[in-house]
């Protein structure tokens, strides 16, 4: 296993770039929820800014437009593929972050696929699965792999979910903090049954929530409920060889000073 950060894709990319080796790191996961930055012309200025920072691309973490509430309430109905509202046009923005990661020679996009439902028969689960069997192969005809950020649904389901779309180019991009945060799994537990999908990880600590409609807090890694050790352990035994892609949601100089803590605390796991 390796150290990475998550970075933001921006129209001056060389500066994301740049922060990836000021940290000592030399992966990142690009994330970017911007639909006009998905331009052959910044794709060619990424690939010369890691090829000079000695900067490698885990994956290509791709947002979608239309609006977004992380909570238990309208999260349900403005997140991921499963609101029709904004269905169609998702799907058109994940071909562009799939076009992106080709010009990038990226072979991973993840993203937040958002609550898919736990009752199978419930009303738009149907609709819900073509669009994601419909990005999944469009990304299967580059040879490239879809990834499912966990956190919004168990991992029963999510595996369901696979089941169901049929395709052989899915996996999982492991936020463990996200499946506290939402409080729907224990995720050295959850390795059981998602270890063999798992392809990028975010190093993120987080606590289950406390109350009915908000979601549990994010912390600092190594300060929230994420058994860390624990959880390298189970990678390890899941024959997982990948990044830890450090995620602190939080900017300025505390998450510069949070993400080199990470760092060196991660360091001492995977020795």
């Not at 990319?13 to 910044?42: F, H, M």
């Not at 199978?120 to 792999?145: F, H, Q, S, T, W």
């Not at 879809?146 to 492991?174: K, S, Y």
């Not at 993400?259 to 995977?270: D, G, H, N, R, V």
Request: charged share 20%; hydrophobic share 40%; proline share 5%.
């Amino acid at each position: 296993m390796f150290i990475g950060v998550l970075v933001e894709l921006r129209s001056d990319v060389e500066v994301s770039i740049a922060k990836v080796r000021s940290l000592g790191l030399a992966s990142c996961q690009i994330c970017n929820w911007q639909q006009d930055l998905y331009t052959p012309e910044l794709a060619k200025r990424t690939v010369a800014a890691c090829q000079e920072s000695g900067v490698s691309i885990s994956t290509l973490w791709a947002g979608w437009s239309g609006p977004k509430v992380w909570d238990f309430y309208q999260g349900p109905t403005t997140l991921g593929f499963l609101p029709q509202a904004y269905r169609k046009e998702r799907v058109a923005d994940m071909k562009r972050g799939a076009d992106f990661a080709k010009w990038l020679g990226v072979n991973q996009v993840a993203t937040h696929a958002g609550f898919i439902p736990e009752n199978p028969n419930e009303p738009g689960y149907p609709e819900m699965i073509a669009a994601l069997k419909e990005i999944a192969r469009y990304l299967g005809d580059m040879g490239k792999v879809l990834l499912f950020e966990t956190g919004q649904e168990t991992p029963v389901t999510l595996i369901r979910a696979f089941e169901d779309i049929g395709e052989m180019n899915l996996g999982v991009n492991l936020d463990p903090a996200n499946l506290m945060m939402y409080g729907k799994a224990n995720p050295v537990d959850a390795l059981s049954l998602l270890g063999r999908y798992v392809m990028d990880v975010h190093a993120k600590d987080g606590a289950y929530p406390t109350a009915g409609r908000e979601l549990g807090q994010e912390y600092a890694l190594g300060s929230g409920m994420v058994d860390f050790p624990a959880l390298v352990k189970g990678l390890k035994a899941c024959g997982y060889d990948g990044a830890l892609t450090v995620e602190r949601e939080i900017s300025g100089e505390e998450q510069v000073r949070d993400i080199l803590s990470a760092k060196e605390f991660l360091e001492t796991l995977i020795a």
